[in-house]
């Protein structure tokens, strides 16, 4: 099987990505495996009960 990710770029690129979001004052961001960045955005006050919207880019 192939490693994913590929290189250490991978890595370098998913770090400053973690960085800008965090700049962007989102609390809650993790690297988990396979180089993959999760971040949470909390609702707005009053619409906590909508639906949650993923954004995935590969």
Do not use: H
């Amino acid at each position: 099987m192939e490693e994913i990710p590929s290189t250490w770029v991978n890595w370098d690129l998913t770090k400053l990505l973690v960085e800008e979001l965090c700049g962007l004052g989102i609390a809650e961001v993790e690297i988990i495996d396979r180089c993959y960045v999760l971040a949470r955005i909390p609702a707005n006050p009053g619409k906590e009960g909508c639906l949650p919207v993923t954004f995935i880019a590969i």
